[in-house]
């Protein structure tokens, strides 16, 4: 389940590779966007392996640049996303269109929960509400700054 929403997960991932379709991407993209969080969720070098296997060097290398985190415990939220954001910059094309698409998801699904539920929704967050908007505003001023290039 999602995060106190009480929605299926699995509407994320539907949602990101919807995403990533209507932005262009190929079945590759799509197939790694559905995958995007398996690594980080299930921490292990099997899992990496696995997808490498059944879909290939495309996808697997996809979900593994979009990959915050995969050891246990995850080190410390801010110098995950600070990572992120330094690994997003120097990323492929259709690496970013996943993490992107996965973000915005992300976003639109705080909206939605935040019109629901008001300002206990930030309890959630490891960043809490501060870090939370600070890590969105950044990702879109990280894709501006790319744009200008």
Not at 11 to 37: Q, T
Not at 42 to 71: L, N
Not at 91 to 96: I, K, M, W, Y
């Amino acid at each position: 389940m999602r995060k106190a929403s009480g929605v299926p997960y699995i509407s994320h991932l539907l949602s990101v590779a919807a995403l990533v379709l209507e932005d262009g991407g190929n079945k590759d993209e799509a197939i790694a966007a559905l995958l995007h969080d398996a690594i980080e969720n299930q921490g292990s070098d099997k899992i990496r392996q696995e997808i490498y296997q059944k879909f290939g060097e495309s996808v697997a290398s996809i979900v593994e640049a979009g990959t915050e985190s995969d050891t246990i415990p995850k080190p410390p939220w801010k110098e995950r996303k600070l990572a992120a954001f330094a690994r997003l910059r120097d990323a492929s094309p259709q690496v970013r269109r996943v993490v992107l698409a996965d973000k915005l998801h992300n976003a639109r699904s705080i909206l939605v929960d935040w019109h629901r539920h008001g300002e206990e929704i930030w309890n959630r967050f490891q960043g809490g509400k501060e870090g939370t908007l600070w890590f969105y505003r950044a990702i879109i001023e990280s894709e501006r700054s790319l744009q200008r290039i």
